[in-house]
């Protein structure tokens, strides 16, 4: 299994990243796929979750209504919109897969992606 995250980069506070993860190895629409990130001296967090259906979605309350997650099953791609960025958005973020509906706990997700550096400057 292989989750493969890019689309991260260096942006302005204000701005926007479009984050996507491709899949492989798995059969992906057996899986919630989720994103997490790491900040500098901080602990994972959990940032999105969608489920295999992309029917339903869960945010954490410190990205919601500037982050969106979406998937294409086709494509065995989930995508993270990250649009009104802050400072505080800087971090590694992960994609990760597991077959617990929309949760937040990362050791339910069995699968992760090797991180892409997401820098929001001031």
């Known amino acids: 299994v292989q989750l493969q995250a890019s689309g991260g980069g260096l942006v302005q506070a204000g701005g926007s990243l479009r984050l996507s993860c491709a899949a492989s190895?798995?059969?992906?629409?057996?899986?919630?796929m989720g994103w997490f990130r790491q900040a500098p001296g901080k602990e994972r967090e959990f940032v999105a979750t969608?489920?295999?259906?992309?029917?339903?979605?869960y945010y954490a309350d410190s990205v919601k209504g500037r982050f969106t997650i979406s998937r294409d099953n086709a494509k065995k791609k989930v995508y993270l919109q990250m649009n009104s960025m802050k400072p505080e958005d800087t971090a590694v973020y992960y994609c990760?897969?597991?077959?617990?509906?929309?949760?937040?706990?990362?050791?339910?997700?069995?699968?992760w992606g090797q991180g892409t550096q997401v820098t929001v400057s001031s």
């Open positions: 990760a897969a597991g077959p617990w509906l929309l949760t937040t706990m990362s050791p339910r997700y069995d699968f």
């Open positions: 190895g798995l059969i992906f629409t057996s899986y919630d």
């Open positions: 969608i489920s295999w259906s992309a029917g339903s979605t």
